[in-house]
Nanobody
Framework: QGQLVESGGGLVQPGASLRLSCAAPRTITSVFNPSMMAWYRQAPGKDRDFVAS???????DYAESVKGRFTISRDNARKTVYLQMNGLAPEDTAVYYC?????????WGQGTQVTVSA
């Protein structure tokens, strides 16, 4: 029920773009749709930090460090949330995790590695 599957990470050069996807194949639509979906990231040796979130109604929130570069979106029919990342910089290097939260119950994906290096 809580499984989240991230994809789309990789190794890119500074300035490049990536789109991460997070699918919830085993979550029924009536549970996915009202869920708050979010992306977090964890760089080596650092805490897991908030990146972006999107409510069931499409309201979004972003960390200051990614505003204007990253865009979160969701496709409820596909039970998938996306993170479009533009203008990537070395400091964006991290494992990116998807999170689903509904009524206090939180689920995490396994993470996808994003490495930005020349």
């Amino acid at each position: 029920q809580g499984q989240l599957v991230e994809s789309g990470g990789g190794l890119v050069q500074p300035g490049a773009s990536l789109r991460l996807s997070c699918a919830a194949p085993r979550t029924i639509t009536s549970v996915f749709n009202p869920s708050m979906m979010a992306w977090y990231r964890q760089a080596p040796g650092k805490d897991r930090d908030f990146v972006a979130s999107i409510t069931s109604g499409g309201n979004t929130d972003y960390a200051e460090s990614v505003k204007g570069r990253f865009t979160i979106s969701r496709d409820n029919a596909r039970k998938t949330v996306y993170l479009q990342m533009n203008g990537l910089a070395p400091e964006d290097t991290a494992v990116y995790y998807c999170n689903r939260n509904l009524e206090g119950r939180s689920f995490w994906g396994q993470g996808t590695q994003v490495t930005v290096s020349a």
